[in-house]
T-cell receptor, first 114, second 111 residues
């Protein structure tokens, strides 16, 4: 079974630009979450989608948004990039059939804002 | 708000020198506590899920235990390939699967 696939793996953007990151979950997984990982803050929850509906959103500004498509693939968008948005962005998918479903993470997208 | 604190921040071990990592947590209704391993530049890799106090799980040289306030990850006779950052996370009994992570413990095992 293929794992969680995130594209692209690396991105360099300029302040003020916007960026879209993509995540393909494990086949059959309908729930997808996004996390931001930085050396100072660790792993921070961004948002979660289940069957195209956002179920929860972390404490991030409105510049961060996401969506999920009918095939469970998900995208997140960051507009008006700031230097502090430089981070590893991780996507995770879950098998909702489990009582406490473990998150399967992708390799992440390393975003650098210059 | 759910909180997870891991200690120590870093741990340097000699090959074969057993040790333990600590994860203290507060959560309003625990659905599960998770341990992950993360190698540099990669996504976290799932290790264990613990559901209730008294539960233990083992995998090779790793053993995870859970009490009502903390979890321990014991590394027995570690090898250099056990070098990684170990992350602890909790999932609350809510309508979503949000994980609240600790900052992690970076383990370095010297040959």
């Amino acid at each position: 079974k293929a794992g969680v696939t995130q594209t692209p793996r690396y991105l360099i953007k300029t302040r003020g630009q916007q960026v879209t990151l993509s995540c393909s979950p494990i086949s059959g997984h309908r729930s997808v979450s996004w996390y931001q990982q930085t050396p100072g803050q660790g792993l921070q929850f961004l948002f979660e989608y289940f069957s195209e509906t956002q179920r929860n959103k972390g404490n991030f500004p409105g510049r961060f948004s996401g969506r999920q498509f009918s095939n469970s693939r998900s995208e997140m968008n960051v507009s008006t990039l700031e230097l502090g948005d430089s981070a590893l962005y991780l996507c995770a998918s879950y098998d909702p059939g489990q009582g406490a479903p473990e998150a399967f993470f992708g390799q992440g997208t390393r975003l650098t804002v210059v | 708000e759910d909180q997870v604190t891991q200690s120590p921040e870093a741990l340097r071990l000699q090959e074969g020198e057993s040790s333990s990592l600590n994860c203290s947590y507060t959560v309003s209704g625990l659905r599960g506590l998770f341990w992950y391993r993360q190698d540099p530049g990669k996504g976290p890799e799932f290790l264990f899920t613990l559901y209730s106090a008294g539960e233990e799980k083992e995998k090779e040289r790793l053993k995870a235990t859970l009490t009502k306030k903390e979890s321990f990850l014991h590394i027995t006779a570690p090898k250099p390939e056990d070098s990684a950052t170990y992350l602890c996370a909790v999932q609350a009994e809510t309508n979503d699967y949000k994980l609240s992570f600790g900052a992690g413990t970076t383990v370095t095992v010297r040959a």
